[in-house]
C-alpha cells in the first residue's frame, strides 16, 4: 500500500485552480471554429466558412482594429494601449521599434515591417487584438484627439462561440482655439 501524502489546503485550491483551468482551456480548444453540423454549407465544407457564415479554418484575433487619421496619415507616434480581463498589454508606439511584438510575446500585434525604419507617412495601421472578452482600446498621436473605446465580443449563437470583428477607428483633429491643427 503506498503512502498518501498529506495536502495542505492551499495546495488542494491551486490544485482544483488548475483543473478548472485546464478544463476551460480544453473547452476553448474545441470550440475553435465550432459550429453546429461543422462542414455543412459555406463552401462545401472546404474551410471558407461552415453553417450559416460561421468562421472555419485557422484561428483569428478576436478583434482587427484599422486605424487611419482623418485627412492625413497616422501620426508617427501613435500610441496604442490595450487591457482586458487578463492583462494590460505592452504599450505600442509605431515610432518606437523596442514596442512592436509579436504573438509571441503580446497579445497586441500590429502590422509593421521590423526589418524597416518606423513608416513616415502610414495611411492606416491595422493592430490585432488576441483577446476573450472585453477589451479596452485607447490610442493617441500628436495633433489629434484621444480614442478611448471598450470593445465587447459578439456571441453566434449558430457557431456557438465568439465571431471575430474588423474595427474601423478614424482620428479625429484636436482643435485649438476653435482652428484645426
Not at 76 to 95: G, K, R, Y
Not at 106 to 115: H, I, K, S, T, Y
Amino acid at each position: 500500500m503506498a503512502a498518501r501524502l498529506p495536502l495542505a489546503s492551499g495546495r488542494v485550491v491551486s490544485l482544483t485552480a488548475f483543473a478548472a483551468l485546464a478544463a476551460g482551456a480544453l473547452a476553448t480548444a474545441a470550440s475553435v471554429g465550432a459550429c453546429k453540423d461543422p462542414g455543412v454549407g459555406g463552401a462545401g465544407g472546404s474551410g471558407m466558412g461552415g453553417a450559416d457564415g460561421c468562421p472555419m479554418g485557422p484561428r483569428e484575433a478576436m478583434f482587427t482594429i484599422t486605424v487611419r487619421a482623418k485627412g492625413a496619415p497616422v501620426p508617427p507616434d501613435t500610441t496604442v494601449q490595450v487591457a482586458w480581463s487578463a492583462a494590460e498589454e505592452p504599450t505600442f508606439v509605431l515610432n518606437d521599434p523596442t514596442t512592436w511584438k509579436t504573438l509571441d510575446e503580446a497579445n497586441l500585434v500590429c502590422a509593421v515591417d521590423r526589418a524597416e525604419p518606423p513608416p513616415d507617412a502610414l495611411e492606416a495601421l491595422v493592430c490585432e487584438l488576441w483577446t476573450a472578452g472585453v477589451t479596452r482600446v485607447e490610442i493617441s498621436g500628436t495633433g489629434y484627439l484621444d480614442f478611448e473605446q471598450t470593445l465587447t465580443p459578439v456571441m453566434s449563437e449558430e457557431c456557438e462561440d465568439f465571431l471575430p470583428q474588423k474595427i474601423d477607428i478614424e482620428l479625429i483633429p484636436a482643435l485649438d482655439g476653435g482652428v484645426s491643427e
